[in-house]
């Protein structure tokens, strides 16, 4: 039977994150016509929820700052850090993530998206084989709303938000510190006056994840004469098969249900299932989760993967997540947001319920929620002393660094007079939560951690604290009284799904190409495995794989 078709296009992409909205961009390039879905009101997805920064090694930024980089150093990286994870990350889509990835950036500059070097934001891996600890990181510049016209208020804004200031994701690494170094000052008074002179202006400037988003639908406006193939509340119900190829999709849009026709192919960009129940229930292996703490979007569901797997599509890695161990305290204001980055910061500590730390806590954000995992510390315990209070904890007094009341009457944050009173509230051995302390005190006084090496690699410190000596993630816990909240391994999206070849086409069982569909992003079992390489990784993934599968579906 000949399905009957309400619309038709030549590439029909499902999700409006950095894939979906950089393959919509480079299918109108090559010459197709797309169509991109977004099934909720706003459009980004993830993107726009994040910092929004790509991670891209031997960038066209680095190059033309001179920044020391090679396309081997990427490549021996990735081997290193990543390793042997299967078809996911074969040799193919590390290589085909490289070179297209350069390839990509220089087009969206070309496109008029103005990017900046998170200049000093390290690898998360520097010092294995490859790293690089000046950072490969890159992030959209301060964007005017405005250029987007009717579009203006139709793009996701990112968590960072909540801080209230327009703030690139690189300058909050010092703003957190405003009153700990000089740079970190000067850094802060620039975002302080920018903020300023946008509620002056009444201007809404975007920034972070909304940044890159928004440049990307400006350049989307601008060479669709100002009407961007883009529905949003269009969500892809099925995939539509004849003759073996996946042919189009059906959507429903607006309450009503449409048949779209899609002549080279239909790209599913649309996210993982991070907020799917069952589905985590039923992937989560020895990482067992129900999405009870996922902060990702709120329409990563699974559908699109689903659809997929209907066809016998191959997947890979769906136990696997991009782990952010969180804090979480309602109605906490800028004091708890002040503990969520107690990892990285001297004066606390990660413990488990015997009293004793399992991991290098200021690793990355992904290591450490899989440690959480492997050491059956879910959640755990951050203890820190009032010496953390008094360096960072935000509130409306600088001058008076407390916390307030309310979080430890109301049981969300621990409190003890002395350590064996801590461990008596937190439930842990008062003995051994005492040896740890005095252990890890002893070392820390000199910047040491022998038994995690917390505070040894570039990109411990640069999430440090910039005024604290001699180590900027590393401190002793010696000032009562002392205090311990719950951490809990959340996320920010699944990282596990289909398996794709380096042209971004889905396979099969067999490992065979399913004619017609391609895949991207969260959707897919990521080229970066089991590991978080550097600040967007997973952003990065998501675009150069988006932009792959437009120039393939249109024969480039």
């Known amino acids: 039977m000949t399905t009957r078709w309400d619309r038709s296009v030549d590439l029909l992409v499902a999700g409006s994150g950095g894939g979906g909205m950089v393959a919509g961009l480079a299918a109108l390039d090559c010459g197709l016509e797309p169509l991109i879905l977004e099934k909720q009101a706003l459009v980004g997805g993830s993107t726009g929820l994040s910092g929004g920064i790509v991670w891209l090694p031997n960038n066209p930024l680095m190059r033309a700052e001179g920044v020391a980089d090679s396309h081997e150093d990427g490549l021996a990286y990735l081997a290193d850090v990543v390793g042997d994870i299967g078809a996911a990350s074969s040799p193919a889509r590390r290589e085909a993530f490289l070179t297209a990835g350069y390839a990509m950036i220089n087009f969206l500059i070309r496109k008029g998206v103005r990017l900046v070097r998170c200049d000093g934001w390290s690898d998360y891996y520097p010092n294995h084989k490859g790293g690089n600890e000046s950072g490969r990181a890159i992030e959209g510049v301060p964007f005017d709303a405005a ?9 996701q804004p990112p968590l960072a938000r909540n801080y209230g200031y327009v703030m690139l994701t690189n300058e909050l690494r010092s703003v957190q510190y405003y009153n700990r170094s000089p740079r970190a000052f000067a850094v802060a008074t620039k975002v302080f006056l920018r903020t300023a002179a946008a509620r002056a202006r009444r201007r809404q400037i975007l920034t972070n994840g909304s940044s890159l988003i928004g440049q990307l639908l ?14 949003t509340g269009a969500a892809l119900d099925d995939l539509v098969v004849e003759d073996g190829r996946v042919v189009g999709a059906r959507v429903t849009r607006g309450g009503a249900s449409l048949n779209v026709a899609a002549r080279k192919g239909v790209l599913l960009a649309a996210g993982g299932f991070s907020h799917n129940r069952e589905m985590r229930r039923r992937y989560s292996g020895d990482q067992p989760n129900e999405g009870q703490w996922s902060i990702a979007n709120a329409g990563d569901t699974g559908e699109a993967l689903q659809a997929a797997m209907r066809l016998g599509a191959k997947t890979d890695l769906l136990d696997e997540a991009w782990w952010l161990p969180s804090v979480f305290i309602a109605n906490g204001g800028a004091a708890a947001a002040s503990l969520g980055s107690g990892r990285q910061r001297p004066g606390a500590i990660y413990v488990d319920s015997t009293g004793r730390r399992f991991c290098n806590e200021s690793n990355s954000y992904v290591e450490v929620g899989k440690a959480m995992y492997a050491n059956k510390a879910v959640p755990c315990w951050m203890v820190f002393d009032d010496g953390y209070v008094r360096r960072y904890v935000a509130g409306t007094n600088p001058f008076k660094r407390r916390l307030p009341r309310q979080l430890v009457e109301g049981g969300a944050v621990k409190h003890g007079d002395s350590i064996p009173d801590l461990a008596r509230e937190i439930d842990v051995p008062a ?3 005492a040896n740890t302390i005095a252990r890890f005190n002893r070392f820390a006084v000199k910047g040491l951690d022998p038994d995690y090496g917390r505070g040894q690699s570039a990109y411990n410190d640069c999430l440090g604290d910039p005024g604290h000596r001699p180590n900027a993630a590393v401190g002793p816990l010696g000032r009562a009284p002392y205090y311990a909240t719950r951490v809990f391994p959340a996320d920010v999206g699944t990282c596990g799904g289909v398996l794709t070849n380096e042209h971004a086409q889905v396979l099969d069982e067999q490992d065979l190409v399913i004619e017609g569909l391609y895949a991207t992003g969260n959707t897919t079992a990521t080229v ?4 978080y390489p550097g600040a967007g990784a997973s952003i990065a993934n998501s675009m150069v794989f988006g932009y792959v599968a437009a120039r393939h579906a249109a024969g480039r």
């Not at 250029?147 to 793009?155: C, E, F, I, P």
């Not at 400006?218 to 883009?230: C, E, N």
């Not at 970066?528 to 590991?531: A, K, L, P, Q, W």
Request: aromatic share 6%; charged share 30%.
């Open 431 to 433: 003995d051994e939560l």
């Open 218 to 231: 400006k350049a989307l406006i601008d060479l669709s004469d100002g009407q961007p193939p883009l529905w």
């Open 528 to 531: 970066m495995g089991r590991t």
């Open 147 to 155: 250029q987007l016209g009717d579009w203006s208020d139709k793009v």
